[in-house]
């Protein structure tokens, strides 16, 4: 069994991932039994004093939980661990740029994304149970450097595909668990989305009166493959139509010059079919007052495009949660 722990700095989702793995919480009687040990892989380099100072306080707090520790920068496919062992990964963000920066990783985007997988789901074939710790870093902004866009979009596919991979995902938020897969109400809720008016869409409901959907979360999280999802359909019974997807439209908001404009700008984009925009609220505010301003702006867009759609879905590792309406 293959359990995804994904969160925010400081969220509280090492310890939730430590506790799954001891045993200490209800969804763990869902793995199968083990008797091997409880292993930690840590892939954390020790660069500097802080560093080292760090691994050390970590090291000595899972030693009264019966942990071994191993460490394991790269090439995560070449270890090995016992049959049945009970293995917690902390975690993919250092995996990835360890594989992407370090001498001996891959440097390339494409390959380190294959290293990462490839490995953890060679350690996940050898385990009784793997819970892999991963990293939500896409919700504060775009305004990066070339090298850590490229970074941040090999970490979004390794969590999209570790997510499909695995048996349950969670995400933790201010210590608290929710859980993205299994969702609770799967079967009745489409897409495993969790809001309570969703449902299938009638069958006659015709093409030309669908309204917009957005769809949004963080970078990287798979709002562009779930637009295209749901355009392959609308495209196949509409070839012909016009203002179909526009994407990452939150950069637009920077253009409107007054309340009235992004309003204007809102009912435009109301037109399409599809439309994606990504979370950009979370993060440390800006200290320059221009970069607040666009944050507020591009926030602002959402809320009239979520006000004007039909259905609004919400990625998180690539797992679709609607939050408004019916989905197609």
Known sequence: MMVLVTGGAASGKSEYAERL???ELPEAAEAPAAEGPRIYVAAMQPFGSE??????????????????????????SGLRVPPGSRVLLEDLGNLTANEMFSAGG????GETVDAVVRGLLQLKEQCGLLVAVTNEIFSGGSGYPAETMHYMRALGEVNRRA???????????CGIPVQRRP??????VPYGGNGADCGPEPENRKQENRKMI???GPLCSGKRRMAERLLKEYRAAEPHAENVYAGEVQLL?????????????ADRLAGFFVVTASETGCGVIPADRAEREKREKEGRLCCLLAERASAVIRMCCGIPSVLKGRVP
């Open 163 to 173: 997510a499909a991979a695995a048996d349950r995902v969670t995400e933790v938020v």
């Open 21 to 23: 793995v001891c045993g």
């Open 214 to 216: 957005l769809i949004t």
């Open 51 to 76: 560093a080292e100072e760090r691994i050390r306080k970590h090291r000595a707090a899972r030693e009264h939980r019966g942990f071994l520790t191993v460490e394991r920068f790269t090439d995560l």
């Open 183 to 188: 969702d609770p109400d799967e079967g009745n």
């Open 253 to 265: 908001a920077e253009k409107a010059g007054s309340p009235a404009e992004l309003e204007a700008l």
């Open 106 to 109: 891959t440097a390339d985007p």
